[in-house]
């Protein structure tokens, strides 16, 4: 069983900053992905951030590119997502994921867990 543990997320006005964070427990396995989705009101679930099992691989999608940093921590089992100049558009369910593909990934369907989510509301 895995669990993944998100937390960080809260109330910021436009223009402010967030940093998520999201632990990974349980019976892992092998060096695995770990990455950022998020879901808005009445939208589907989209990705936003990918890190690769070293950290030396990020990849985002273009909502957020230049404003999100994705980083892993030194024990592995760690990802944070730091969030910048957010804007109300970035208001979400965040949630972290596994895969255990090596490549870009930004498809739901390649991600075997998921973490309950945490909410990130931004004001204007």
């Known amino acids: 069983q895995v669990q993944l543990t998100e937390s960080g997320g809260g109330l910021v006005q436009a223009g402010g900053s967030l940093k998520l964070s999201c632990v990974a427990s349980?019976?892992?396995?092998?060096?695995?992905?770990l990455g950022w989705f998020r879901r808005a009101p009445g939208k589907d679930r989209e990705f936003v951030a990918l890190?690769?099992?070293?950290?030396?691989?990020?990849y985002y999608s273009d909502s957020v590119k230049g404003r999100f940093t994705i980083s892993r921590g030194d024990a592995k089992n760690t990802v944070y997502l730091q969030m910048n100049n957010l804007k109300p558009e970035d208001t979400a369910v965040y949630y972290c994921?596994?895969?255990?593909?090596?490549?870009?990934?930004?498809?739901?369907?390649?991600?075997?867990?998921w973490g309950q989510g945490t909410q990130v509301t931004v004001s204007s």
């Open positions: 890190s690769s099992w070293s950290g030396g691989r990020t």
């Open positions: 349980g019976r892992t396995f092998s060096s695995y992905s």
């Open positions: 994921a596994i895969t255990y593909y090596s490549a870009y990934e930004w498809r739901e369907s390649r991600y075997d867990y």
